[in-house]
Nanobody, 129 residues
Framework: QVHLAESGGGSVQAGDSLRLSCTAS?????????????MGWFRQAPGKAREFVAGINYNGGITLYGDSVKGRFAITRDNVKNTVDLQMNNLKIEDTANYLC?????????????????WGKGVPVTVSS
């Protein structure tokens, strides 16, 4: 079992930066083959489907980004602190959404939300003009 807790959401203006953090507990984030898992961030705006934002594999060697955030967002993980962060730069109004952390018990990173195993409750991010 993996418990995920997000932090760092808030309200900013367009062009600002924000950093989200997700702390995993219940199972150590380690490169041990018996507990390998990928981490990711999704977002969901009101009335819209959940959207893949970024994902990172167990050792940080592979990262994937949604097209709408490429070049602006960066995902990193710290397997000692059991955290995964999302640095969001040059935020746009369309980035406004609830951001959710997810964990996938696999060595690969996938973009479909139906494939992820564990979810946090999410944190709101609001970007205004």
């Amino acid at each position: 079992q993996v418990h995920l807790a997000e932090s760092g959401g808030g309200s900013v203006q367009a062009g600002d930066s924000l950093r989200l953090s997700c702390t995993a507990s219940g199972r150590a984030m380690t490169s041990n083959p018996r507990s390998l898992y990928s981490m990711g961030w999704f977002r969901q705006a009101p009335g819209k489907a959940r959207e893949f934002v970024a994902g990172i594999n167990y050792n940080g060697g592979i990262t994937l980004y949604g097209d709408s955030v490429k070049g602006r967002f960066a995902i990193t993980r710290d397997n000692v602190k059991n955290t995964v962060d999302l640095q969001m730069n040059n935020l746009k109004i369309e980035d406004t959404a609830n951001y959710l952390c997810a964990a996938l018990l696999s060595t690969v990173v996938v973009t479909g939300d139906q494939d992820w195993d564990y979810w946090g409750k999410g944190v709101p991010v609001t970007v205004s003009s």
